[in-house]
């Protein structure tokens, strides 16, 4: 078994990137240049994928661009519902029997897809994972990148994604579209460093109650976003996820 | 990369077309009859055959639990209960052992509960709104069903869900073995669950990869796919010499192909990496692996693609089969299902064969089993999953191994 000394070993923040197509959200949040810019993928390509695969695949560009490198690295997509606009579309289909079915929004209902075709523009032959955990799905995301850390790859990218939701699949939210990314490192060490995210045994009254769903599961991601761009000094404890036994992570930045 | 701890299997159980249970689903290799018959679950407008579960075989979901009501958790929840495996008792035991918080839930799905969805999508047409029993975190999100089983078993280590198409329940156990290795948890209960639906099956159709016919996979004249459904969980722990008699996870090998969203590389370049990489995270060679079950979906380009990269990684004498014949193609479940099927292997010192099959493709030149061997030397054997996306997995079983 691994060694208990490596449980909590940080791994480093080489390069970040997000993608916040609606302007008055991204300034809202304080980030500038935050639209889609998915000019990796081919012009024929770019017009066939949905918003959820080019905000993922701008996010992870922009962490690549911030690093000096990346694009051949595994890559981890987290998502809740991925392609949920081409879903839509088919449900509508199948609802009114209207087939047969686009093949091509077919093969990009998978929740691979963003996945997919990253590897293909990019040639990345590295596993490309995609998971999801609603409102655990960035912190769940970290820890599956910090245990790839440990085990089978020094570098790794992870993505945390969603689409605008259709109105009447979640009536109560409004899910914009956004997407945050990392690019982390095994040994690096004078970088921003993230520790192993740990779940809460017992909730902590002084925690501030976040319920990420609202606007959308990957804005999970933006309190460590946060703290990257103000890059103050020290150390702090971030949480990570909404719930009765919330995941936090230790941030240290240099 | 380094090699990563052998973790005993110390629990498992499976349901599909086939029936409940690893011991129905030996038996149903040993016979190697299909059991796939037009689809009775929904009306379709063209001639398929599927790997489907009875209705009336579905559990209900326990009433406070009733908003993750999905065929899909239905499925998972019947595996969980089926007690000759034994596997929620395994699970019970883990807690007790470890504690809630140090056994996760890890799984793989690619429907998800999309079969409910397509009915609420039904009742918005007519009323203008999704029904008022339509939950999407509880039943369309990713997560839906591994956060039933969370609650069902309460368990209340990391729990997530791996979408990776065809190689989602593959991927699902790599990352529970990687759970245990880096100590994170002392326990995962992984593997998949899928079930049937319209948006796969006029899919597939779309695709122009629907065999009129039950499929014959590795055959000459194989001409596509049929759909499955079922679940296939495992329960993995961190080694114990009380487990040292269990068959073993060795090794999990994932990759991606770069080439194309629906269509393998076509000699098969991602499959040789994810295997060569099972490979040497078990510290094995390939001589050393007696049974290759096979990804074998049965379409033209799929069986061809991945016959070339076995013959990259394998020698001739190798045996090797598909079984998607038998089950039908269970997609997201399909890794867990078919890991099973080599855990069966080991269990019984047997080789499955390839059901449907009449004449294997000339072009192949591994041995392909067509019918079940029993009574054979069965030490290490692998599974191979390849899905949508370009996306490869290899996962390899043994006895333990130093």
């Known amino acids: 078994m691994t060694d208990t000394t490596t449980l909590s070993a940080p791994v480093a923040i080489l390069g970040s990137g997000l993608c916040i197509p609606d302007e008055d959200i991204a300034s809202e949040l304080g980030f500038a240049d935050a639209g889609v810019d998915a000019s990796v993928l081919a012009p024929m390509v770019r017009r066939r994928t949905s918003m959820a695969t080019q905000v993922a695949i701008t996010a992870l560009g922009r962490a690549c661009t911030a690093a000096g490198i990346g694009h051949k690295l595994p890559a981890i997509f987290v998502s809740s519902v991925g392609e949920i606009q081409v879903t839509d579309k088919l449900c509508r289909a199948i609802s009114q029997q209207d087939y047969p079915l686009s093949p091509t929004l077919f093969h990009n209902s998978v929740h691979n897809t963003a996945a997919g075709y990253w590897s293909m523009a990019t040639g990345s032959m590295a596993s490309m994972q995609a998971m999801g955990a609603l409102d655990d799905g960035f912190a769940l995301g970290l820890l599956e990148a910090w245990c790839q850390l440990q085990t089978v790859t020094k570098q790794v990218l992870l993505v945390v994604y969603d689409e605008d939701m259709p109105e009447q699949l979640l009536p109560d939210y409004a899910w914009k579209a956004c997407a945050f990314a990392l690019l982390l490192d095994r040994e690096t060490r004078d970088r921003p460093l993230l520790h192993r995210p740990i779940q809460a045994t017992g909730s902590d009254p002084a925690l501030p109650v976040t319920d990420f769903t609202a606007r959308n599961p990957a804005m999970a991601a933006l309190p460590l976003f946060q703290v990257l761009q103000q890059a103050t000094s020290g150390q702090q404890q971030i949480t990570l996820s909404s719930g009765p036994w919330p995941w936090q992570v230790n941030m240290v930045m240099p | ?402």
């Open chain 2, 1 to 402: 990369m380094t090699t990563l701890p052998a973790l005993p299997i110390t629990a498992c159980s499976v349901f599909s077309a086939c029936g409940l249970g690893t011991q129905s689903l030996y038996q149903a290799l040993l016979a190697g009859k299909h059991r796939l018959q037009p689809p009775r679950l929904f009306e379709i407008d063209f001639p398929a055959w599927c790997g489907e579960i009875a209705n009336e075989l579905l559990p209900e979901l326990t009433p406070s639990l009733q908003k993750f009501s999905t065929r899909n958790a239905r499925i998972a929840l019947a595996a969980i209960n089926h007690p000759a495996d034994g596997l929620r008792s395994a699970v019970e035991q883990a807690i007790e052992r470890y504690g809630a918080q140090r056994v996760g839930i890890v799984l793989g799905t690619s429907t998800s509960g999309i079969y409910e969805t397509e009915k609420a999508y039904v009742w918005l047409k007519e009323h203008g709104q999704v029904p008022a029993s339509f939950s999407l975190p509880s039943q369309h999100s990713w997560v839906a069903t591994a956060r039933f089983l969370q609650a069902e078993l309460g368990l209340e280590g990391p729990c997530y869900v791996i979408s990776t198409a065809c190689s989602s329940s593959s991927k699902s156990l790599a990352s529970a073995q990687r759970l245990i290795a880096t100590g994170v948890c002392d326990a995962v209960l992984t593997g998949g669950v899928d079930s049937l639906c319209r948006l796969t099956m006029y899919g597939f159709k779309s695709l122009d990869i629907m065999s009129e016919q039950p499929c014959t996979p590795l055959d000459k004249d194989r001409n596509g796919i049929s759909l499955g459904e079922g679940a296939g969980l495992l329960l993995l722990e961190k080694p114990h010499k009380n487990f040292s008699g269990c068959v073993h996870l060795l090794g999990c090998g994932e990759s991606s192909d770069a080439h194309h969203m629906t269509a393998p590389h076509p000699e098969g370049k991602g499959a040789v990496i994810a295997m060569h990489e099972a490979l040497a995270q078990a510290g094995i060679t390939a001589q050393d692996i007696d049974y290759v079950n096979l990804h074998a979906t049965g379409t033209v380009l799929n069986d061809s693609a991945e016959m070339l990269a076995m013959d990259q990684v394998f020698g001739p004498e190798l045996h090797c089969s598909g079984t998607k014949g038998l089950t039908g193609h269970t997609l997201g479940a399909a890794g867990g299902i078919e890991t099973i099927i080599t855990w069966l292997s080991l269990k019984h010192g047997f080789r499955p064969g390839t059901c449907n099959l009449k004449q294997v493709d000339a072009a192949f030149h591994c041995s392909v089993n067509r019918d079940s061997e029993t009574d054979v030397p069965v030490a290490f054997t692998m599974n191979n999953n390849f899905g949508f996306g370009g996306n490869n997995t290899s996962v390899i079983l043994g006895e333990q191994h130093d």
